[in-house]
């Protein structure tokens, strides 16, 4: 079974930085592109971000581009999101996905999600 | 980039009735069409993928169609079970959500 547990969420000042990990089992983590979505409380799902099953390439969405940076270690079966001069719009929950083997592809499966509050 | 529209926001449904759910791309979407169900204090579930094809584990109710632009989620039966929020979701480049459609008790 798919399993997915983020961790790193907490209370960061606006222009702070945080790290999001999100640890995988279950399936092999090597060979899917993975995925960061987020979602404000009370609000819709935001795509944040995809990278390769290798690392290599990661993609973002306009709102965090040049601020977040995706990566994982597939030694570990893991995947990160550093966040960079955060702002009060980047609070909520954050949830990895599971994507496929290419970019173009559904997220069948997700994390429980963790919340990051920005406040000062 | 494909702005994705579903409406109505909130329906209104009382259980054992059909709730059809609608979903809208700017652009053709091809088959790149997702659905996906979540409750409160959860994270999404995926429901359909591919427009039509169900996720693994989820009941013969949930049934998705259409093509292109337009798309629909219908859900044949509601059981208590099923009152929650569903998003649909492009994945023709990156994925794009549409707002959510609440389904709620009548």
């Known amino acids: 079974e798919v399993h997915l547990v983020e961790s790193g969420g907490v209370v960061a000042q606006p222009g702070g930085s945080l790290r999001l990990s999100c640890a995988a089992s279950?399936?092999?983590?090597?060979?899917?592109?993975m995925h960061w979505v987020r979602q404000a409380p009370g609000e819709g799902l935001e795509w944040v971000s995809l990278?390769?099953?290798?690392?290599?390439?990661?993609y973002y969405a306009d709102s965090v581009k040049g601020r977040f940076t995706s990566s994982r270690d597939n030694s570990r079966d893991s995947l990160y999101l550093q966040m960079n001069n955060v702002r009060a719009e980047d609070s909520g929950f954050y949830y990895c996905?599971?994507?496929?083997?290419?970019?173009?592809?559904?997220?069948?499966?997700w994390g429980q999600g963790t919340l990051v509050t920005v406040s000062s | 980039e494909i702005v994705m529209t579903q409406s109505p926001a909130i329906l209104s449904v009382s259980p054992g009735e059909r709730a059809t759910l609608s979903c809208r791309a700017s652009?053709?979407?091809?088959?790149?069409l997702a659905w996906y169900q979540q409750k409160p204090g959860q994270a999404p579930r995926l429901l359909i993928y591919?427009?039509?094809t169900r996720a693994t584990g989820v009941p013969a109710r949930f049934s998705g169609s259409g093509s292109g632009t337009d798309f629909t989620l219908t859900i044949s039966s509601l059981q208590s079970e099923d009152f929650a929020v569903y998003f649909c979701q492009h994945y023709n480049n990156w994925p794009k959500f549409g707002q959510g459609t609440k389904v709620e008790i009548k």
């Open positions: 652009q053709n979407a091809n088959r790149n």
């Open positions: 996905a599971k994507g496929g083997y290419t970019y173009v592809r559904h997220l069948d499966a």
């Open positions: 279950g399936f092999n983590f090597h060979d899917y592109v």
């Open positions: 990278i390769s099953s290798d690392g290599a390439s990661a």
């Open positions: 591919d427009v039509s």
